[in-house]
């Protein structure tokens, strides 16, 4: 399960979701979750998305982060800005 943000700078996904070349990060990232607290990724991986760019699916992850218990963040911008269009409507992004 996973929640299309905009606002977001990065891809953060929860252990379990569908992802590719799972690494220890190099350049960790720290995010702040709704509850105020904050957390840091450990890893990187890719989105299991082949057809787009390396660019468009690079995210960070973090095992068993009780902040991404529930559901992952796919940011809209990171593929707007790569060059898909992103289209909104009442039932789906």
Not at 9 to 21: I, L
Request: a negative charge; one cysteine or more; hydrophobic letters at 40%.
């Amino acid at each position: 399960m996973a929640i299309g943000d905009s606002g977001t700078t990065g891809h953060f996904v929860m252990t379990g979701a569908p992802v590719t070349n799972i690494r220890p990060t190099k350049n960790p990232v720290k995010v702040t979750i709704p509850n105020g607290d904050t957390i840091t990724s450990t890893h990187e991986c890719n989105l299991d998305i082949t057809w787009l760019s390396e660019n468009m699916i690079k995210a960070h992850m973090d095992n068993m982060v009780p902040g991404l218990a529930h559901m992952s963040l796919i940011s809209i911008k990171l593929f707007y800005n790569g060059g898909a269009k992103v289209v909104f409507d009442s039932k789906e992004c």
